[in-house]
């Protein structure tokens, strides 16, 4: 039997980083209850501070009431136990690696009854590879959200091979009730959000590479014409070392095409740690 909507009481969300943080938080101000689960302490302590910080603002903007904020924050439970992440859904946002995503959901399904359904946060590895290794491939799924979690209102849910359609409803289901809106995918590199943005960074790093502009003003054009971010600003948001891992899954996945060879320019900021705003560095300083 697979977990119902409304059987939906307890949230894992695993990875303490910058979307796992955001995941946390909107699945606990939309009444669930939430285990966040990190291998590093750090990392949960910092999510903590990261959701505090969020929701004082929210408290500012007079669109929280102080008394809400503490009994959302009560309901997030920060773990480095995994023993102790059972839910009825499993959201997983750790590092962009498939042998670790598939051991995760093997360990964590051992803790969990059947019918724990886990959903993949990747931004570009085949969600179908990835179900194909753990005990149950129907229960597993795409739900990728954006960054930031707590504002982007996408959630690409993203149907594996063997996906079960419950599980594809159930996950749509649960990203309206976390007031997102769901979109269903077929299961390819890139899904569809990341398979079109790709342009959007390459071709701003070849003008670069090749010497024709520099970074402020790709972004100060491309924010002109009505783009939210301009690209290396978006670059810096998402973090080098995820974007550039996602570049090269979704260039190897579809053959190593030419237009979509991963860039020297980000390869070097990957090399360098500077990973955008999260090191305080990357193509611009914070
Ligand atoms: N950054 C983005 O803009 C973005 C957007 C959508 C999806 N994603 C996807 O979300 C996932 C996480 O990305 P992120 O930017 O939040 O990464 P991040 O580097 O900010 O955070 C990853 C976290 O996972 C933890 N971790 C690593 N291995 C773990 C394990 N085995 N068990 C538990 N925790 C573990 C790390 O300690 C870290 O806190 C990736 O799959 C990425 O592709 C990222």
Request: charged share 25%; hydrophobic share 45%; net charge neutral.
């Amino acid at each position: 039997m697979f977990a119902a909507m409304l059987s939906i009481k307890t949230i894992v969300v695993c990875g303490a980083g910058t979307m796992g943080s955001g995941i946390a938080q909107v699945a606990a101000h939309s009444g669930f209850n939430v285990i966040q689960f990190d291998l590093n302490s750090a990392m949960l302590d910092k999510s903590r501070a990261v959701i505090e910080k969020n929701f004082d603002f929210l408290i500012s903007k007079q669109k929280l009431e102080a008394d809400q904020k503490h009994s959302i924050l009560q309901r997030i439970v920060f773990t480095d136990a995994i023993a102790e992440c059972k839910g009825e859904v499993v959201v997983e946002a750790i590092i962009e690696n498939k042998g670790a995503k598939v051991d995760l959901f093997n360990k964590l399904a051992a803790v969990n009854k059947a019918g724990t359904v886990f959903a993949t946060n990747t931004s570009s590895i085949s969600v179908s590879e990835i179900a194909a290794e753990t005990t149950d491939p129907g229960r597993v799924a795409g739900m990728h959200f954006f960054n930031p979690a707590p504002l982007m209102k996408l959630v690409e849910v993203v149907k594996g091979e063997q996906t079960s359609e419950e599980v594809v409803q159930l996950l749509s289901d649960l990203s309206r009730k976390m007031g997102k809106t769901p979109v269903v995918c077929n299961d390819a590199p890139g899904f569809i959000v990341n398979r079109v943005a790709r342009h959007y960074y390459l071709e701003a790093m070849k003008l670069v590479e090749q010497g024709l502009t520099d970074i402020e003003t790709v972004d100060a054009v491309m924010e002109a014409t009505g783009f939210k971010m301009g690209p290396f600003k978006l670059m810096d948001l998402i973090g080098m070392d995820i974007n550039y891992g996602v570049s090269n899954i979704v260039w190897e996945a579809l053959g190593k095409p030419e237009r979509l060879r991963p860039s020297p320019l980000q390869k070097a900021k990957v090399d360098a740690g500077e990973f955008g705003r999260k090191t305080g560095k990357g193509f611009y300083h914070y």
